[in-house]
């Protein structure tokens, strides 16, 4: 069983910037796809970001495209995210899991972390 902890949520004003971190089990996150997923108040939970196991291939939902970057450090055992130019309709609780391949279906991913909430006031 992977653990996953997600760090670096919290309140910031539109147009903001935050970085999310994601620390996985010593030597567990080189073997994994990586992913971030975000599910607001009454919503179901959506994809924004994937990592290959390399760093190599990156995928992005489109509403983040060109603000949020998904990154990842294998030495670290840690996948971020940099979220950029922040919107209200960004706020959510922000979720890294693990997944054999990549994939944007939550159904790919076999471990989940906790959530970091993200709030961004207008």
């Known amino acids: 069983q992977v653990q996953l902890v997600e760090s670096g949520g919290g309140l910031v004003q539109a147009g903001g910037s935050l970085r999310l971190s994601c620390a996985a089990s010593a030597g567990a996150s080189s073997i994994f796809a990586m992913g971030w997923f975000r599910q607001a108040p009454g919503k179901e939970r959506e994809f924004v970001a994937a990592i290959s196991w390399d760093g190599r291939t990156t995928y992005d939902q489109d509403s983040v495209k060109g603000r949020f970057t998904i990154s990842r450090d294998n030495a670290k055992n840690t996948v971020y995210l940099q979220m950029n130019s922040l919107k209200p309709e960004d706020t959510a609780v922000y979720y890294c899991?693990?997944?054999?391949?990549?994939?944007?279906?939550?159904?790919?991913?076999?471990?989940w972390g906790q959530g970091t909430q993200v709030i961004v006031s207008s």
């Open positions: 899991a693990t997944a054999r391949g990549m994939t944007t279906q939550a159904a790919g991913y076999v471990n």
